[in-house]
């Protein structure tokens, strides 16, 4: 299993970005899938969840500006993020895992097996 995310970039606050994640070894529609980020000196935190039933969950920080979404044709995950923050700085991480218990509900990061390499977000006010 191989998760590879991309998109990552410096904008000005109010901005917007798009985050992809693209996996191989498995396909998405098998797998309970979620964005995390991690900022410098803080834990990596749940950001946005979503199940085989494209049910989502987002943490109370980016509702209503962060929107994830998955193409199991291409299978590829994706977040897309808007009205970003300064707050929203931190290195992104796509996360996956075979386990459905929770799935698309908030989940701890212990939970998932499979990480990206992570990518930058840099939010400048």
């Known amino acids: 299993v191989q998760l590879v995310e991309s998109g990552g970039g410096s904008v000005q606050a109010g901005g917007s970005l798009r985050l992809s994640c693209a996996a191989s070894g498995y396909t998405y529609s098998t797998y309970c899938t979620a964005w995390f980020r991690q900022a410098p000196g803080k834990e990596r935190e749940g950001v946005a969840y979503?199940?085989?039933?494209?049910?989502?969950n987002y943490a109370d920080s980016v509702k209503g500006r962060f929107t994830i979404s998955k193409d199991n044709a291409e299978n590829t995950l994706y977040l897309q993020m808007n009205s970003l923050k300064p707050e929203d700085s931190a290195m992104y991480y796509c996360a996956a895992d075979p386990g459905w218990t929770l799935c698309g509900n908030i989940r701890p990061r212990a939970s998932f097996n499979y990480w990206g390499q992570g990518t930058q977000v840099t939010v400048s006010s």
């Open positions: 979503i199940n085989n039933y494209d049910s989502t």
